[in-house]
């Protein structure tokens, strides 16, 4: 049989109006879990808060390379990033799906939804061709209010930009949501 040490000795913790009941068991780990009856939390709701709870993860990853150098190739804090390996880094363990290397790669991603612009949300891909050849050469992540992340070229480091820059304007190709129920683990 299994004692129940303290049940709800700590406060409720919310994420995003999400109340969760914390239970310490003798030998065992504190366990949270969903209050569902007092949220009514639908399976809609639980798939948000796995995605908003995906998509800040994320967003913290990519925020804590800001500064970082650009390197062609790279894929790791400590050497420096190119644009799309600071995409993978960031991703690589939120979602099941495979994310590739290249742009091209990740603007083709056949699990990954096209959004229009008017519709980006904090975490989503947006693509440019800078180059003129391919569908995407160049890969960032928006961050909202109209900027995204990236690690632009070589002598420059890990930034945030806006999307309405000029430059930007004219090589924007689309964008992509990786973040879905369907493709975080």
């Known amino acids: 049989m299994r ?23 003798k030998g065992y780990k504190k366990r949270c879990k969903p209050e569902a009856s007092e949220a009514n939390l639908t399976i809609a709701d639980a798939h948000k808060v796995r995605v908003q709870k995906a998509q800040s993860t994320a967003m913290n990853k990519l925020m804590g390379q800001l500064g970082k150098p650009y390197r062609w190739g790279g894929t790791s804090p400590r050497t420096g990033f190119d ?37 980006l949300q904090s975490g989503d891909l947006v693509f440019f061709r800078t180059r003129g050849r391919g569908a995407a050469d160049h890969v960032g992540v928006y961050v909202g209010n ?40």
């Open 83 to 119: 644009c799309s390996g600071l995409v993978y880094y960031a991703y690589k363990d939120l979602v099941k799906i495979h994310i590739p290397r290249t742009a091209n790669e990740m603007y083709h991603l056949r699990d990954a939804r096209p959004v229009d612009r008017d519709e």
């Open 146 to 185: 109209g900027k995204f992340i990236q690690s632009p070229r070589t002598g420059r480091d890990i930034q945030i930009t806006s999307l309405s820059e000029d430059y930007w304007v004219r090589h924007y190709v689309g964008a992509r949501r990786v973040m879905t129920p369907k493709t975080i683990r």
């Open 3 to 25: 004692e129940t040490v303290a049940a709800s000795a700590e406060p409720t913790l919310a994420l995003n109006s999400v109340k969760s009941k914390c239970v310490v068991r």
